[in-house]
T-cell receptor
């Protein structure tokens, strides 16, 4: 089954404790991205990657890092999480971004930073 | 700059009523793509439809229909004979052509269908 898999689904952590949210897709998509969803703001792009070893900032990259060492994986790293990073996070992948193909989203990761 | 506006924050309808969710977008690009996604209470994002800027044909899929009008920069979504399972948050999104493929999402419309 074609899918984007995120882990964990739920995470509660304390301020300053590094964490990684994993994302993996099995569709051989070159394009992957991360979004955060906050009430009243919709989804906003954090980082994106057009291919292995190619990543770039989205609209809200502060406090986040990503890496793309393999095509299928695109982890999101919070080096020192803060309460304002409490949010619902989505990983997404697309087949032909230049042609506007739809994005496939993971199940979401609900992160709470206390 | 791209922007998507979903002015309706919350809508409640009684089962079997028709409901239209509004979406207005802004873009300077001549080539762009519009999408609707559904987010049920379980939280995942489910793709519903994609439209490119050169295709203004309306589309119907079962009880769902979409009306794309470039003249008014709108891409509205109608559910006919609504059902309780339609209760969800619906997002309209815009992406431009090019490698960045960033999706600009509206703030979503929460639809509640009352039995």
């Amino acid at each position: 089954e074609a899918q984007v898999t995120q882990n964990p689904r739920y995470l509660i952590t304390v301020t300053g404790k590094k964490l990684t949210v994993t994302c993996s897709q099995n569709m051989n998509h070159e394009y992957m991205s991360w979004y955060r969803q906050d009430p009243g703001l919709g989804l906003r792009q954090i980082y994106y990657s057009m291919n292995v070893e190619v990543t770039d900032k989205g609209d809200v990259p502060e406090g986040y890092k990503v890496s793309r060492k393999e095509k299928r994986n695109f982890p999101l790293i919070l080096e020192s999480p803060s309460p304002n990073q409490t949010s619902l996070y989505f990983c997404a992948s697309s087949l032909y971004p230049e042609e506007g193909t739809e994005a496939f989203f993971g199940q979401g990761t609900r992160l709470t930073v206390v | 700059a791209q922007k998507v506006t979903q002015a309706q924050t919350e809508i409640s309808v009684v089962e079997k009523e028709d409901v239209t969710l509004d979406c207005v977008y802004e873009t300077r690009d001549t080539t762009y793509y519009l999408f609707w996604y559904k987010q049920p209470p379980s939280g995942e994002l489910v793709f519903l439809i994609r439209r490119n800027s050169f295709d203004e044909q309306n589309e119907i899929s079962g009880r769902y229909s979409w009306n794309f009008q470039k003249s008014t920069s709108s891409f509205n979504f109608t559910i006919t004979a609504s059902q309780v399972v339609d209760s969800a948050v619906y997002f309209c999104a815009l992406s431009e052509s090019g490698p960045r493929n960033q999706f600009y999402f509206g703030t979503g419309t929460s639809l509640t269908v009352i039995p």
